[in-house]
């Protein structure tokens, strides 16, 4: 896949997932704006606003765990950049990293019990992989 002037495979798999994170943000406002009211979620938000509900609570949930992980991810990538090190273990390590990130938001809102974990354990191994590749060249 080429993407406009993005040439490395790490580098669209971070394009990508900066995409997936504003969506992922989009998806956990949503519910809370139409729960709670555009009046609280304009607000202060000095008092908590009432109960997400199961979906929402979960899509707030995913989007928050999402943000704990992308921090590791960008930083392991644009050091890939930085460097020059482009090899085939860097770029699979980021498609694995995106591709479990994609599959997780729709297995912790269904509540599937061991696969979101299974999910995030994936997006973990992908970073790793990336620093790897970078540590070593390879």
Known sequence: MHMG???SVEMQMLWL???L???QLVLSVLPSAQVRGFV???GPRDEPG?????????L???????LETFVFFVAAVLMAEA???HAASIGLGAQIFFWARVAYVPAYVAGIPFLRTLLWAASIV???MVLVGVWSGM
Do not use: C, M, Q, T
Request: hydrophobic share 50%.
């Open 5 to 7: 002037g993005i040439d």
């Open 17 to 19: 997932s900066i995409v």
């Open 21 to 23: 994170g504003l969506v």
């Open 40 to 42: 609280w979620a304009s």
């Open 50 to 58: 009432a109960p997400l509900g199961k979906v929402g609570a979960r």
């Open 60 to 66: 707030e949930r995913a989007f928050h765990n999402f």
């Open 83 to 85: 460097l020059g090190r």
């Open 126 to 128: 992908g970073i790793v």
